[in-house]
């Protein structure tokens, strides 16, 4: 590397550092914004650059989620360094090869022919409780020589982590949260994870504060939803949802594909901020082309501008009780999720009913943790509507 590099890191750099030659097993078990990948990326960059011919493999769910997570960290923080060469990545195979022999790959966890391929030296697994299996981690466990760092949101209050990894003779727990970033945070940033923590206690426990899930009475959507990768979408009709949000809330938009008892969910969408042109753009660049969007039909003349924009938007169904319509008829369908959804993801889980002292649920559900949920039914009612074969 030449000259040593000054890092800016936040405390869980370091905590990962003091651990890793004392324990084999390091897990970072951490709250929103708490900066534990990105970290963990620079550790592992420093890693490489101090042990020549190490190698490191960096593994998650699947390829689209490591391009918006740990790959991309990677590359930037390479580039903001000033260390990246062009020539040394392998883009194809996403493998960065340093000048002292050293290397690190990246890799999903459904790549077979990788999982129970060539060994390595050191291992990360990026959010190991979203949608890895135990066997897939025992396969790079027995085919690691070295450590093994692992970070996930505790959400799940069961998960195959906490009884087989997490609480043994070899492994670090460390648990951060965002309180560990705030001096890379903004504080328009924080406000908003303490302002949804005020909303739910759930969300505090899990989200703000990095402690284990717990199982929520009165959740809306209870029932198991299977996670694919979005190149598992199947071919049939699209249609879209779309609830607006702009300075609190976000504006939130879900591609939507239905086929016989099945229904297919795909977050496309979830940001504050983001002007008619800002959200035409972005469908646009996700591939909406001519499917149609289902608005929120309380705003009319942001529906008028998408049209101008090029969007084939419409004002959604909104009728009499049609929040408990659109939520009977998502439970009519197994659901698939892309497992980079994050935010519905979250909404899944603390999506609930109001319970009262008898511990009974109220008839509607609580106006929070509801945006992509809302995208959803808005396209799950209209398009049924339009097409004439929805019954309320």
């Known amino acids: 590397m030449g000259k040593a590099i000054n890092f800016k890191v936040n405390p869980i750099y370091h905590h990962i550092a003091s651990n890793f030659d004392d324990y084999e097993i390091i897990v970072n ?79 999903s966890a459904d790549d077979d022919g990788k999982v129970r391929g060539p060994s390595r030296d050191t291992l990360f697994i990026n959010e190991i409780n979203a949608n890895i299996a135990y066997e897939v981690y025992r396969q790079l466990l027995i085919r690691t020589r070295g450590n093994i760092v692992c970070d996930f949101n505790p959400v799940e209050p069961e998960h195959w982590i906490y009884d087989k990894v997490i609480g043994q003779p070899e492994t670090k727990l460390l648990v951060s949260t965002y ?20 909303k739910d206690p759930n969300f ?5 504060d990095g402690k284990r899930g717990t199982y929520i009475i009165g959740q809306v959507f209870p029932e198991k939803w299977h996670y694919i ?47 008619n042109r800002d959200i035409a753009y972005r469908l ?18 942001s529906i008028e501008e998408l049209k101008r924009y090029g969007i084939n938007a419409f004002a959604a169904y909104k009728g009499q009780g049609s929040i408990n319509s659109g939520i009977k008829q998502i439970k009519k369908h197994i659901v698939y999720l892309t497992d980079t959804s994050r935010n519905i993801k979250k909404e899944k889980l603390y999506y609930k009913y109001k319970i009262d002292d008898r511990d009974k649920p109220a008839s509607k559900p609580i106006d929070n943790f509801n945006h992509a949920m809302d995208a959803i039914r808005y396209g799950l009612i209209s398009h049924k509507k339009q097409k004439k074969v929805f019954v309320l």
């Open 29 to 107: 078990q951490g709250g929103t914004r708490s900066g534990k990948t990105y970290n963990t990326i620079i550790f592992l960059i420093t890693l490489a650059y101090s042990r020549p011919g190490h190698s490191i493999s960096v593994v998650s769910q699947s390829v689209p989620h490591l391009k918006k997570g740990a790959h991309r960290d990677f590359v930037n923080i390479m580039k903001s360094y000033s260390l990246y060469e062009e020539s040394r990545h392998n883009k194809s195979d996403r493998e960065y090869h340093f000048p002292n022999g050293s290397y690190i790959e990246f890799f």
């Open 179 to 198: 309180k560990d970033n705030l001096a890379f945070l903004e504080e328009k940033q924080v406000n908003s994870i303490i302002r949804e923590g005020e």
């Open 284 to 301: 646009q660049k996700n591939g909406a082309g001519n499917n149609p969007v289902y608005c929120d039909s309380a705003e009319p003349k």
């Open 229 to 275: 990768n979005e190149d598992a979408l199947p071919d049939y009709e699209v249609f879209y949802g779309l609830d607006f949000g702009f300075s609190v809330d976000p504006t939130a938009v879900v591609k939507i594909i239905t086929h016989n008892d099945k229904l297919y969910l795909h977050e496309v969408l979830y940001e504050t901020e983001l002007t």
């Open 204 to 208: 505090k426990r899990v989200f703000v």
